[in-house]
């Protein structure tokens, strides 16, 4: 079965660096796209980043372009979220999910159809 | 960004209800609408996409409809383990999501 576990949340200062990291087991890795998607404390869901199957595109919320870096290693099924920079609004549960198109590409036309259990990030001095 | 607003925000109801929960996004996003349910403390889990079609392994008892910018998901007899917060979000363009909608037991 599909799973998809992170690790690497924290707490971190304001302008501190985290890296994220998710590993996939249950399905052929370097076939799906793959999303981060975080979740502040009481609030909605917010997309935050996509690399396509391969690693060859990524793309970023506006509020994150510049500080985040997504990327994988397919040789180790493994999705990471390198966040530089980091602010105190940026403090969420990190979910990494899995696209539910194979071979995805882009962002847009998919959904999010496995997610891993988060991690928390927490930005505070 | 295409904007997506759920209503209500939040709702009471009772087991053995039939409810529904309203998508309305600021543009057309022709059928590219999903669903997800998410219970306290867990991650969101995958209901519906294409507005209508059932993820496998959802009860009957979800169904979700609308084209356009209207969309809605129905539940139609609650069990227990559907009171929870419910999220839809486009995939159109960049994915967004509503701002959740939290079912809650009378």
């Known amino acids: 079965q599909v799973q998809l576990v992170e690790s690497g949340g924290g707490v971190v200062q304001p302008g501190g660096s985290l890296r994220l990291s998710c590993a996939a087991s249950g399905f052929t890795f370097s076939s799906y796209g793959m999303h981060w998607v975080r979740q502040a404390p009481g609030k909605g869901l917010e997309w935050v980043a996509f690399m396509r199957y391969d690693g060859n595109d990524k793309y970023y919320v506006d509020s994150v372009k510049g500080r985040f870096t997504i990327s994988r290693d397919n040789s180790e099924n493994t999705l990471f979220l390198q966040m530089n920079s980091l602010r105190p609004e940026d403090t969420a549960v990190y979910y990494c999910?899995?696209?539910?198109?194979?071979?995805?590409?882009?962002?847009?036309?998919?959904?999010?159809?496995?997610w891993g259990q988060g991690t928390l990030v927490t930005v505070s001095s | 960004d295409i904007q997506m607003t759920q209503s209500p925000s939040s709702l009471s109801a009772s087991v053995g209800d039939r409810v529904t929960i309203t998508c309305r996004a600021s543009?057309?996003?022709?059928?590219?609408l999903n669903w997800y349910q998410q219970r306290p403390g867990k991650a969101p889990k995958f209901l519906i996409y294409g507005a209508s079609s059932l993820q496998s392994g959802v009860p009957s008892r979800f169904s979700g409809s609308g084209s356009g910018t209207n969309f809605t998901v129905t539940i139609s007899s609650l069990q227990p383990e559907d009171f929870a917060t419910y999220y839809c979000q486009q995939s159109y363009s960049t994915p967004t999501f509503g701002q959740g909608t939290k079912l809650e037991i009378k």
């Open positions: 999910a899995k696209d539910s198109r194979f071979w995805s590409g882009h962002p847009s036309e998919g959904s999010f159809d496995y």
């Open positions: 543009q057309n996003i022709r059928s590219y």
